[in-house]
């Protein structure tokens, strides 16, 4: 049996209230996880040490997922598809000063938890690096249809990974992941302001 709306969205539109309130249960929710494990699993958090080259590491990676991705949206069709449906889903309601959260809650609560807790706890390691990137994958598949973005995700998942792995530091994950949401959120608002 064939679906009768083929290209039908598969989740219905949220306000922007709602997203603001699942950013922030997500991340209460994502936090409540890392501290449980941390405390059941004996887990040694990474090391949160601010220096001089956290900024450039978390600038460096941030710009390399930010023209992928704008490479990847130009060229792969399937995935400029998935992420306009997540980005329009995310995105759209939101007003400019919400971008801030959108970098901040994600940005450090989903770090604390897949490079920060689930990365030393599996293992600073190959093996490590490609489970939490799978899981970090998964988080971001809101639908069947989006799984080109749930790749992405995962690729994103693994240049984190590997920035908190070469640095031993956790810091440089949460500043890259937060300058790339704060950048991609930007951006698309930007562009959707110019074609509307």
Known sequence: MT????????????TRMQILVAMGITALVLLGISKLWMR???VVLLPLQWNSTVLVWGLGISAIVTLASGLLYRLWPAYRESADFYLNLVLKPLAWPDLIWLGLLPGMSEELLFRGVML????????????????FGALHLSGKKQWPYMVWATAVGLM??????????????????????????????????ERG
């Open 120 to 135: 030393p706890a599996i293992g600073l390691n190959p093996l490590g690096l490609a489970i939490s990137s799978l899981c």
């Open 160 to 193: 984190l990974g590997l920035g908190a792995l070469i640095t031993g530091n956790l810091l440089v994950p949460i500043v890259a992941h937060i300058i790339t949401n704060l950048a991609s959120g930007c951006l698309w608002k930007w562009r959707g302001q």
């Open 40 to 42: 059941l699993g004996s």
């Open 3 to 14: 679906d009768p709306t083929p290209n039908a969205p598969e989740l219905e539109p949220l």
